[in-house]
């Protein structure tokens, strides 16, 4: 399966603990990005990278949020002293140049105790 | 900023039937992509079909079809002969086609659960 892969597929947490996600994109894209979704709602842009240059930061993404993408290639999103909002599926998607749509994962579903 | 909205929570259909999901979208911008992903339960995010504004044909992809109304913003998805696999969440998008920063996100809307009844 060549797909936008995520890990872990779910994570149980306490609140106040720091929790990493992260995701392999299609290899051959150089574009990916982050959203969070909240249960019954659609997907909110949270990051977006072209290669190795983080280029956009949606308002939600606060000080406590950081995404890296090191080499261009996987990237991670790390979330710090959690709270219970912060409780929901974060989906990465990618693409390919200017044209092409974004391929999703399947997500890390985030529940904060 | 670009709005995207589904006034339409849930829907449903007999097996075999057609459906009609609504979108409607608010936008200055003259050039644009807009899409339908569909995410069933516990699933990942699948496009369905897109449609590029510049475009007056409605795009098409075997049973799915659009209905893009560019001067009233709007764009629905038409399923026909609905199957029992079409059962998911619908999520109409939008995306500027300008090559800027801040241009390349998905707007989303609030998505339309559709049940198939068989």
């Known amino acids: 399966d060549t797909g936008v892969s995520q890990d872990p597929r779910h994570k149980i947490t306490k609140r106040g603990q720091n929790v990493t996600f992260r995701c392999d994109p299609i290899s051959e894209h150089n574009r990916l990005y982050w959203y969070r979704q909240t249960l019954g709602q659609g997907p909110e842009f949270l990051t977006y990278?072209?290669?190795?240059?983080?280029?956009?930061k949606s308002r939600l993404l606060s000080d406590r949020f950081s995404a890296e993408r090191p080499k261009g290639s996987f990237s991670t999103l790390e979330i710090q002293r959690t709270e219970q909002g912060d409780s929901a599926m974060y989906l990465c998607?990618?693409?390919?140049?200017?044209?092409?749509?974004?391929?999703f994962g399947d997500g890390t579903r985030l529940s904060i105790l | 900023a670009q709005t995207v909205t589904q006034s339409q929570p849930e829907m449903s259909v007999q097996e075999a039937e057609t459906v009609t999901l609504s979108c409607t979208y608010d936008t200055s911008e003259s050039d644009y992509y807009l899409f339908w992903y569909k995410q069933p339960p516990s699933r990942q995010m699948i496009l369905v079909i897109r449609q590029e504004a510049y475009k007056q044909q409605n795009a098409t992809e075997n049973r799915f079809s659009v209905n893009f109304q560019k001067a009233a913003k709007s764009f629905s998805l038409k399923i026909s002969d609905s199957q029992l696999g079409d059962a998911a969440m619908y999520f109409c998008?939008?995306?500027?086609?300008?090559?800027?920063?801040?241009?390349?996100?998905?707007?989303f809307g609030q998505g339309t659960r559709l049940t198939i009844n068989p």
């Open positions: 998607a990618s693409r390919q140049g200017d044209v092409q749509p974004q391929h």
């Open positions: 990278f072209q290669n190795e240059a983080q280029l956009e």
């Open positions: 998008a939008y995306r500027s086609s300008l090559i800027i920063q801040g241009a390349q996100k998905l707007v």
